[in-house]
T-cell receptor, first 117, second 111 residues
Framework: GAVVSQHPSRVICKSGTSVKIECRSL??????MFWYRQFPKQSLMLMAT?????????EQGVEKDKFLINHASLTLSTLTVTSAHPEDSSFYIC?????????????FGQGTRLTVV | DAKTTQPNSMESNEEEPVHLPCNHS???????IHWYRQLPSQGPEYVIH???SNVNNRMASLAIAEDRKSSTLILHRATLRDAAVYYC????????????FGQGTELSVKP
């Protein structure tokens, strides 16, 4: 089946620094990818829609200047957490659906555990 | 976005069938019903989806009520590896791939 890969799977960074998380679709192209955040014992919260070649669409309450999204190719989207703070510590997950497919399954990455110290 | 309602948790015995309910009374005509599950510290995994008719695949069956206001995910023989949080999600037709997660049902399976 289709695979979405995230890198890194775990990262620890110091407060004030920036962290980049990569999301790759390994065997299909995706014009749209999605980024989610999940706190312990909670559900996934959609943060933003990453659009290839154009600006990301952010959900209400998500700071676009803090969570920078770049979707430079049909197989790669990146999420950069800028000026990270301990409250940004969370599990970040991306998903993608093959280009042209609608209402088919979404493929999720394995997630990135971010810890800000 | 249309919402779904699921029980917070359910228990099952290994090798027995499990019926996970989901209510979605505000579903629109073009919303698909998707089920995903998430094991601890992993990304969600697709289970099944459907529109109107009941659906079967190697993982599970999806029974959809005639009025589409509710559905049931059926695991025919639960195994310990089926212990996970199961999410019932309505897929917005014109936003392919965009999934709004509810709280889900945490399924525990007893040996």
């Amino acid at each position: 089946g289709a695979v979405v890969s995230q890198h890194p799977s775990r990262v620890i960074c110091k407060s004030g620094t920036s962290v980049k998380i990569e999301c790759r679709s390994l065997d299909f192209q995706a014009t749209t990818m999605f980024w989610y955040r999940q706190f312990p014992k909670q559900s996934l919260m959609l943060m933003a829609t990453s659009n290839e070649g154009s600006k990301a669409t952010y959900e209400q309450g998500v700071e676009k200047d803090k969570f920078l999204i770049n979707h430079a190719s049909l197989t790669l989207s990146t999420l950069t957490v800028t000026s990270a703070h301990p409250e940004d510590s969370s599990f970040y997950i991306c998903s993608a659906t093959p280009f042209g497919a609608r209402n088919t399954e979404a493929f999720f990455g394995q997630g990135t555990r971010l810890t800000v110290v | 976005d249309a919402k779904t309602t699921q029980p917070n948790s359910m228990e099952s015995n290994e090798e027995e069938p499990v019926h996970l309910p989901c209510n979605h009374s505000t579903i629109s005509g073009t919303d698909y019903i998707h089920w995903y599950r998430q094991l601890p510290s992993q990304g969600p995994e697709y289970v099944i989806h459907g529109l109107t008719s009941n659906v079967n695949n190697r993982m599970a069956s999806l029974a959809i009520a005639e009025d589409r206001k509710s559905s049931t995910l059926i695991l025919h023989r639960a195994t310990l590896r089926d212990a996970a949080v199961y999410y019932c999600i309505l897929g917005v037709y014109n936003q392919g791939g965009k999934l709004i997660f509810g709280q889900g049902t945490e399924l525990s399976v007893k040996p």
